[in-house]
C-alpha cells in the first residue's frame, strides 16, 4: 500500500550535517505516521524519529535530540530527517518506515524503504 525510497546519505565529516528523504508513493500518505530508523553493522536497529500523519507532533530518540529534525510535506509525499552535528557513532543504514499508528512507527514500522547509507568521518 505504501512504497517508501530513501535518498540524500553520503559521507561527511563529523560535525557536519545532512538531509536525508523518503519519497512515498500511496493512496492514503498523509495519513500515515512517518518513522526513520538506523542500523549499524552488527547492531540492532533503532528507533530516530516519528512525526504523526499531520506533522503536528514529533519524536525523537534521546541520542538525536536538539540535533536532528524529521518533517513532511504531505503535497510532496516526502518525509525529511535534517541531521546536524553529526557524530561517528550516526553511521549507519538509514530506513524510512510508515505505519497508520505513531505507536508501531516508534517501535516497528509496518512499511519499509530499502534504506540509505550515512557515514560519518572523524
Known amino acids: 500500500q505504501v512504497q517508501l525510497v530513501e535518498s540524500g546519505g553520503g559521507l561527511v565529516q563529523a560535525g557536519g550535517s545532512l538531509r536525508l528523504s523518503c519519497a512515498a508513493s500511496?493512496?492514503?500518505?498523509?495519513?500515515?505516521?512517518m518513522g526513520w530508523f538506523r542500523q549499524a553493522p552488527g547492531k540492532e536497529r533503532e528507533f530516530v524519529a516519528a512525526?504523526?500523519?499531520?506533522?503536528?507532533?514529533?519524536y525523537y530518540a534521546d541520542s538525536v535530540k536538539g540535533r536532528f529534525t524529521i518533517s513532511r510535506d504531505n503535497a510532496k509525499n516526502t518525509v525529511y530527517l535534517q541531521m546536524n552535528s553529526l557524530k561517528p557513532e550516526d553511521t549507519a543504514v538509514y530506513y524510512c518506515?510508515?505505519?497508520?499508528?505513531?505507536?508501531?512507527?516508534?517501535?516497528?514500522?509496518?512499511?519499509w524503504g530499502q534504506g540509505t547509507q550515512v557515514t560519518v568521518s572523524s
Open positions: 512525526i504523526t500523519w499531520a506533522g503536528g507532533s514529533t
Open positions: 500511496g493512496r492514503t500518505f498523509s495519513r500515515y505516521a
Open positions: 518506515a510508515a505505519s497508520t499508528s505513531i505507536v508501531v512507527v516508534k517501535t516497528q514500522g509496518d512499511y
